[in-house]
């Protein structure tokens, strides 16, 4: 189904009591990638854990739809399945079960029933998926996340994405903790993703990530709201005079949500 | 305190039960001995759970069953236990009776002893007596363990002679078919210097309502550099009072290794102690417990280090839900002189439900400078960040809370060297926290 549209209007978002949020506005389309940079604190992890449905998280106005279907109103499981992936930042660790067959259910809980990915199909594409991220095959038979190294909680977390066939993928920080050789390989996960069915919003604070993912477009980030957006100019400049020249351009002095 | 228990079993019976069993003299007057030790013995006093009301006394002391000619025949809770093509060492109580025995002729060959506890005492009384509530459990530990002794009806005995490695899993299955009967099951194992056995065993039964009782004793002896690793999936149905005692004793070198899935649905005080006697000795006792309805269970884990450098940990996980209401003990005790031994223990419980209670008491006993120890406890709800993981990959919460509680009990399941064992405890569990 070509043609999924992510569409973020004026969201505001709590974390207890206090507003992290302020009244975002993004929208993501199939084949478009998207950069949401900033420095520390100003947001950008609370915007991926909100499209998503974290716990912690309270919406407190705004909306978030796909396709024109409000996501707010779903649960968390539903919004996976609806074509929503967030690769997080921190992933689980969740002993006794198995990577592998925690992969299994989660690429069936999209199909119907009776429609189940077959063991050998399943087997074949994890195999494929772990040699293109050049993950020890070991990993499939581990227990989901326990143990893993940072390099390979964020390799697990872009295997799902590329076995799981999201719509919309969000990215939250997937290279923060990682060395160059495994930043590139994640890239190349990601890449191989780039069509026209695909759309990506990835959050980062480094423009290191963007030199191997090149994005169509970027947005900056500061006191819970997108404050500047552009094309992929906008990160090299970042990368170049940092943060501040937006900071005196929009007159703030503090960028962080304590503001 | 103790609790008044009407024995309804007298000398005379007993004398009477251990002479139609073919017993040698010695077994009958270690029986005899037992039940008068038994009636000025205090009951068990197992901590933070009440037992007085607990019901020790309704049940049937002998009940016949059927031999078992072939295992097709068998009921599928049974047949779901055995891979029928595949059974080379099998054992099968039912009831009272030895219903099948398989070893196979490569180890009988060379000497290794698998066979119900009576046809032992008449075929190598000598060899058990030497072993039998010894070193292990003693009779005197308390009314239901003498009670233990003087009424024992059922059991089995597995030797492993030295430098025999026996590499295939010895299995035994109690079957109680019928809902009266009462389960005095005594399980000793010894193996000798620089041997190793797999032992696995169901206890399975079927009375939801009726009353009855089991009062199981269960003795390992791992000699210098014996490896022992045991295997067990308790499933006694609601109506049996459970009170069982698993005992290890590891001389230098040796190991013995636990796996337990305490699926018992009655209430169950379940006390596993190893003692790691010898230089270098190790032990490792899982077990798993899933508590529903308005079940009273009480479970003591214990490590007791004598040799040095001994090596022993504990992990206990249990899932509680409905009312049901659990005590895990897990005690790491290192004895003067067992230096340079390594204690750690770990006990979760997962709370499903606001009913449930359970109870972790992680307990470090240490009584010598160069150790290395440590314990974690926790009680909890299943955790909000590991549902909304699972969930975010499209998985319903039903099915993440499945996941996750099938991976919290993963440690016994995949221990257990049985693939039809195995899964039959998968499923096991399934249907109880389902």
Same mark, same amino acid.
């Given at each position: 189904?070509?043609?999924?549209?992510?569409?973020?209007?004026?969201?505001?978002?709590?974390?207890?009591?206090?507003?992290?949020?302020?009244?975002?506005?993004?929208?993501?389309?199939?084949?478009?990638?998207?950069?949401?940079?900033?420095?520390?604190?100003?947001?950008?992890?609370?915007?991926?854990?909100?499209?998503?449905?974290?716990? +912690?998280?309270?919406?407190?106005?705004?909306?978030?739809?796909?396709?024109? %279907?409000?996501?707010? %109103?779903?649960?968390?499981?539903?919004?996976?399945?609806?074509?929503?992936?967030?690769?997080?930042?921190?992933?689980?660790?969740?002993?006794?079960?198995?990577?592998?067959?925690?992969?299994?259910?989660?690429?069936?809980?999209?199909?119907?029933?009776?429609? %189940?990915?077959?063991?050998?199909?399943?087997?074949?594409?994890?195999?494929?998926?772990?040699?293109?991220?050049?993950?020890? +095959?070991?990993?499939?038979?581990?227990?989901?996340?326990?143990?893993?190294?940072?390099?390979? +909680?964020?390799?697990?977390?872009?295997?799902?994405?590329?076995?799981?066939?999201?719509?919309?993928?969000?990215?939250?920080?997937?290279?923060?903790?990682?060395?160059?050789?495994?930043?590139?390989?994640?890239?190349?996960?990601?890449?191989?993703?780039?069509?026209?069915?695909?759309?990506?919003?990835?959050?980062?604070?480094?423009?290191?990530?963007?030199?191997?993912?090149?994005?169509?477009?970027?947005?900056?980030?500061?006191?819970?709201?997108?404050?500047?957006?552009?094309?992929?100019?906008?990160?090299?400049?970042?990368?170049?005079?940092?943060?501040?020249?937006?900071?005196?351009?929009?007159?703030?002095?503090? %960028?962080?949500?304590?503001? | 305190?103790?609790?008044?228990?009407?024995?309804?079993?007298?000398?005379?019976?007993?004398?009477?039960?251990?002479?139609?069993?073919?017993?040698?003299?010695?077994?009958?007057?270690?029986?005899?001995?037992?039940?008068?030790?038994?009636?000025?013995?205090?009951?068990?006093?197992?901590?933070?759970?009440?037992?007085?009301?607990?019901?020790?006394?309704?049940?049937?002391?002998?009940?016949?069953?059927?031999?078992?000619?072939?295992?097709?025949?068998?009921?599928?809770?049974? $047949?779901?236990?055995?891979?029928?093509?595949?059974?080379?060492?099998?054992?099968?109580?039912?009831?009272?009776?030895?219903?099948?025995?398989?070893?196979?002729?490569?180890?009988?060959?060379?000497?290794?002893?698998?066979?119900?506890?009576?046809?032992?005492?008449?075929?190598?009384?000598?060899?058990?007596?030497?072993?039998?509530?010894?070193?292990?459990?003693?009779?005197?530990?308390?009314?239901?363990?003498?009670?233990?002794?003087?009424?024992?009806?059922?059991?089995?005995? *597995?030797?492993?002679?030295?430098?025999?490695? *026996?590499?295939?899993?010895?299995?035994?299955?109690?079957?109680?078919?019928?809902?009266? *009967?009462?389960?005095?099951?005594?399980?000793?194992?010894?193996?000798?210097?620089?041997? =190793?056995?797999?032992?696995?065993?169901?206890?399975?039964?079927?009375?939801?309502?009726?009353?009855?009782? $089991?009062?199981?004793?269960?003795?390992?002896?791992?000699?210098?550099?014996?490896?022992?690793?045991?295997?067990? *999936?308790?499933?006694? $149905? $609601?109506?049996?009072?459970?009170? =069982?005692?698993?005992?290890?004793?590891?001389?230098?070198?040796?190991?013995?290794?636990?796996?337990?899935?305490?699926?018992?649905?009655?209430?169950?005080?379940?006390?596993?102690?190893?003692?790691?006697?010898?230089?270098?000795?190790?032990?490792? =006792?899982?077990?798993?417990?899933?508590?529903?309805?308005?079940?009273?269970?009480?479970?003591?884990?214990?490590?007791?280090?004598?040799?040095?450098?001994?090596?022993?940990?504990?992990?206990?996980?249990?899932?509680?839900?409905?009312?049901?209401?659990?005590?895990?003990?897990?005690?790491?005790?290192?004895?003067?002189?067992?230096?340079?031994?390594?204690?750690?223990?770990?006990?979760?419980?997962?709370?499903?439900?606001?009913?449930?209670?359970?109870?972790?008491?992680?307990?470090?006993?240490?009584?010598?400078?160069?150790?290395?120890?440590?314990?974690?406890?926790?009680?909890?709800?299943?955790?909000?960040?590991?549902?909304?993981?699972?969930?975010?990959?499209?998985?319903?919460?039903?099915?993440?809370?499945?996941?996750?509680?099938?991976?919290?009990?993963?440690?016994?399941?995949?221990?257990?060297?049985?693939?039809?064992?195995?899964?039959?405890?998968?499923?096991?569990?399934?249907?109880?926290?389902?």
């Amino acid at each position: 189904m070509a043609g999924s549209v992510l569409e973020i209007k004026d969201l505001h978002v709590s974390i207890e009591d206090k507003e992290i949020l302020k009244g975002v506005n993004l929208t993501i389309k199939s084949g478009e990638f998207h950069a949401v940079m900033g420095p520390n604190g100003t947001g950008k992890s609370t915007l991926a854990s909100a499209i998503m449905g974290h716990p +912690k998280y309270e919406v407190t106005g705004g909306s978030i739809t796909l396709d024109g %279907e409000d996501v707010l %109103e779903m649960e968390v499981d539903e919004r996976a399945r609806a074509g929503l992936f967030l690769a997080m930042q921190y992933p689980s660790e969740i002993s006794g079960v198995t990577n592998a067959d925690f992969l299994r259910s989660s690429i069936n809980a999209r199909r119907e029933e009776g429609d %189940e990915i077959s063991l050998m199909k399943f087997i074949k594409e994890m195999d494929e998926a772990m040699d293109f991220l050049e993950m020890d +095959k070991n990993m499939a038979q581990r227990y989901l996340n326990e143990g893993f190294s940072g390099g390979e +909680k964020k390799r697990n977390e872009i295997l799902q994405l590329l076995m799981m066939k999201a719509e919309i993928g969000i990215l939250d920080e997937i290279d923060s903790g990682l060395d160059i050789d495994a930043l590139k390989v994640v890239a190349k996960g990601i890449n191989k993703l780039r069509d026209e069915n695909f759309g990506c919003l990835i959050i980062t604070h480094y423009q290191r990530l963007l030199n191997y993912i090149e994005p169509d477009f970027v947005h900056v980030m500061m006191q819970g709201r997108v404050v500047k957006s552009g094309g992929s100019e906008l990160s090299q400049r970042l990368e170049a005079e940092g943060y501040d020249w937006i900071k005196k351009e929009l007159n703030i002095e503090d %960028e962080t949500i304590n503001a | 305190m103790t609790v008044e228990t009407k024995q309804p079993y007298n000398d005379e019976y007993i004398s009477r039960f251990s002479s139609s069993r073919n017993e040698p003299e010695w077994m009958k007057e270690l029986r005899q001995q037992a039940l008068s030790q038994s009636e000025s013995l205090d009951m068990p006093k197992p901590d933070k759970t009440g037992i007085k009301n607990w019901d020790f006394d309704t049940y049937v002391h002998e009940v016949e069953g059927e031999k078992i000619s072939a295992l097709g025949s068998l009921p599928a809770s049974v $047949a779901a236990l055995i891979d029928a093509d595949n059974a080379p060492n099998l054992y099968i109580q039912r009831n009272n009776s030895a219903a099948y025995l398989a070893l196979s002729e490569k180890w009988s060959e060379q000497g290794v002893i698998f066979t119900d506890i009576f046809t032992a005492l008449q075929q190598h009384g000598d060899l058990v007596k030497r072993f039998y509530m010894k070193d292990a459990v003693n009779i005197d530990e308390d009314r239901l363990t003498a009670l233990h002794a003087a009424l024992m009806n059922g059991g089995v005995f *597995v030797y492993v002679p030295k430098n025999v490695v *026996v590499d295939e899993p010895l299995q035994t299955i109690f079957w109680q078919e019928d809902d009266k *009967v009462a389960s005095f099951n005594h399980i000793l194992i010894v193996a000798e210097a620089n041997s =190793a056995v797999t032992y696995v065993e169901n206890s399975v039964s079927h009375n939801a309502d009726q009353a009855t009782f $089991a009062n199981v004793v269960t003795e390992v002896i791992a000699g210098d550099n014996a490896n022992v690793s045991y295997g067990a *999936v308790d499933n006694y $149905a $609601a109506g049996t009072t459970v009170y =069982a005692k698993r005992r290890g004793v590891a001389y230098r070198d040796a190991r013995i290794d636990w796996a337990i899935g305490q699926m018992n649905d009655g209430n169950t005080i379940s006390e596993h102690i190893t003692h790691l006697i010898g230089d270098n000795s190790g032990s490792e =006792a899982k077990s798993v417990v899933v508590g529903r309805g308005k079940q009273i269970q009480n479970f003591t884990t214990n490590i007791i280090h004598f040799g040095k450098n001994s090596v022993g940990s504990i992990l206990s996980h249990g899932v509680m839900k409905d009312q049901a209401s659990s005590v895990f003990n897990g005690i790491g005790k290192i004895e003067h002189g067992a230096s340079k031994s390594d204690a750690t223990q770990e006990t979760r419980v997962l709370m499903l439900s606001q009913g449930a209670r359970g109870d972790a008491n992680p307990i470090l006993l240490i009584d010598e400078d160069d150790v290395v120890a440590g314990h974690a406890a926790s009680v909890g709800r299943v955790d909000p960040l590991q549902l909304y993981y699972l969930m975010s990959r499209g998985i319903t919460k039903h099915e993440a809370e499945r996941l996750i509680i099938h991976g919290f009990l993963a440690p016994v399941v995949n221990q257990l060297p049985i693939e039809t064992v195995k899964n039959q405890l998968t499923q096991v569990i399934e249907g109880k926290v389902n």
